[in-house]
């Protein structure tokens, strides 16, 4: 599970929802069939990333597609206007529906990639203190995953980047790194200035 992706991806769809949800309140004809393309796109996105979540939003298109069934008919038959209005709440529902299962996963992601940024940025500063900064080359990724390696090596950082092994992703630790040594780097910056 990939965190940092999650974030990200879920953050574009969420991004999305509000110029729809401005159709809703528009009241414009086409606002349940777009709605019906947003949860699509949704459910085809938390399944790239493996979200059971995903599951769900095909449900909440099944909630606007029967919004219809359940009107009461006069001769046999709801009138068009009563079934687009069923439609058009329907689908307001099932989108904050989905906003909230959305908001929900890249909530989640956030808090964790915050705590583990967190112990990092500590880990990483320990080892900073003590060995100085560890050393760059230019290609950038290969650059964090020998910096990854260095913190395994040292002891006072090794427990640490186990069990942050053990709990993310290669590219969410990556991540990570990268955020932690900039912040390092900022803090380098002022620091001569301040002494």
């Known amino acids: ?24 309140q528009r009241g414009e004809p086409t606002f349940p069939s777009e709605a019906l393309k947003w949860l699509d796109e949704a459910e085809k996105a938390m399944g790239t990333l493996r979200l059971p979540e995903g599951a769900e939003m095909s449900a909440l298109r099944g909630r606007i597609l029967r919004a219809a069934d359940a009107l009461p008919a006069e001769d046999g038959h709801p009138s068009r206007a009563a079934m687009r209005r069923a439609q058009q709440a329907a689908a307001a529902e099932a989108l904050t529906r989905a906003e909230e299962v959305l908001r929900q996963r890249v909530t989640a992601a956030e808090e964790r990639l915050k ?15 003590q060995n100085g900064m560890p050393p760059r080359t230019t290609e950038h990724q290969a650059s964090l995953l020998r910096i990854w390696e260095l913190l395994r090596q ?37 620091s001569p200035g301040a002494a």
């Open 1 to 24: 599970m990939i965190l940092c992706v999650q974030q990200e991806k879920l953050g574009e769809r969420l991004a999305t929802l509000r110029p729809l949800m401005d159709k809703y």
């Open 115 to 129: 705590f583990f940024e967190e112990k990092l940025c500590e880990g990483l500063t320990a080892f900073v203190v």
């Open 154 to 190: 040292f002891s006072a950082t090794r427990p640490l980047a186990i069990y942050m092994s053990a709990s993310l992703s290669q590219t969410d630790r990556c991540y990570l790194l990268d955020r932690v040594l900039s912040r390092i780097d900022e803090g380098a910056e002022v």
